[in-house]
T-cell receptor, first 112, second 117 residues
Framework: SQQGEEDPQALSIQEGENATMNCSYKTSINNLQWYRQNSGRGLVHLILIRSNEREKHSGRLRVTLDTSKKSSSLLITASRAADTASYFCAHDRGSTLGRLYFGRGTQLTVWP | GAVVSQHPSWVICKSGTSVKIECRSLDFQATTMFWYRQFPKQSLMLMATSNEGSKATYEQGVEKDKFLINHASLTLSTLTVTSAHPEDSSFYIC?????????????FGPGTRLLVL
């Protein structure tokens, strides 16, 4: 299977709370990326973290990467109802050819 | 604004017909593009790599004669689902890489929803 593991599969929180999603993979990587997808729509790139980086921030997003455990986490702080979407991690399996392999995704619902 | 477009955005066809989906990079050239498929409530699955000027590279388990890919120019790749059947109904998404600030970013198209009756 192409898919890495992602947990939780679904997460439901109140506005203002933090949301944490985890992702694991099985191969070596050059980088790992997180994407967001609103229902039935295309993907929006959120953040890329390289294999030699451990943590990266972008606005309310914080991504960590632990290559020894082959895992990554995405933290969304002070969540908003507009953050409701599916979130996917994607990795490149160590290839520089641009192919991405996606995790199963986490469906985040933020209640107002 | 969008940097990758897809056409059509949705299509309904009868079983046995062929459907062509276009993926265009806007304002940049892409020698490589990628095609993904997403079933409802599932993740994206990489189908193939579209290479300008050469044959596409297919992922394991993807039938190359079923999903024909043509990278006609540096801004256009097409995916043709031949002899479509109901199980081919899915959301098809393409992506193209672009260099932004010394980093290669994959830009995804808005997707094409295919329903085969």
């Amino acid at each position: 299977s192409q898919q890495g593991e992602e947990d939780p599969q679904a997460l439901s929180i109140q506005e203002g709370e933090n949301a944490t999603m985890n992702c694991s993979y099985k191969t070596s990587i050059n980088n790992l990326q997180w994407y967001r997808q609103n229902s039935g729509r295309g993907l929006v790139h959120l953040i890329l973290i390289r294999s030699n980086e451990r943590e990266k921030h972008s606005g309310r997003l914080r991504v960590t990467l632990d290559t020894s455990k082959k895992s990554s986490s995405l933290l969304i702080t002070a969540s908003r109802a507009a953050d409701t979407a599916s979130y996917f991690c994607a990795h490149d399996r160590g290839s520089t050819l641009g192919r991405l392999y996606f995790g199963r995704g986490t469906q985040l619902t933020v209640w107002p | 604004g969008a940097v990758v477009s897809q056409h059509p955005s949705w299509v309904i066809c009868k079983s046995g017909t062929s459907v062509k989906i276009e993926c265009r990079s806007l304002d940049f050239q892409a020698t490589t593009m990628f095609w993904y498929r997403q079933f409802p409530k599932q993740s994206l699955m990489l189908m193939a790599t579209s290479n300008e000027g050469s044959k596409a590279t297919y992922e394991q388990g993807v039938e190359k004669d079923k999903f024909l890919i043509n990278h006609a120019s540096l801004t256009l790749s097409t995916l043709t689902v031949t002899s479509a059947h109901p199980e081919d109904s899915s959301f098809y998404i393409c992506s193209a890489p672009r260099w932004d600030s010394s980093q290669e970013t994959q830009y995804f198209g808005p997707g094409t929803r295919l329903l085969v009756l």
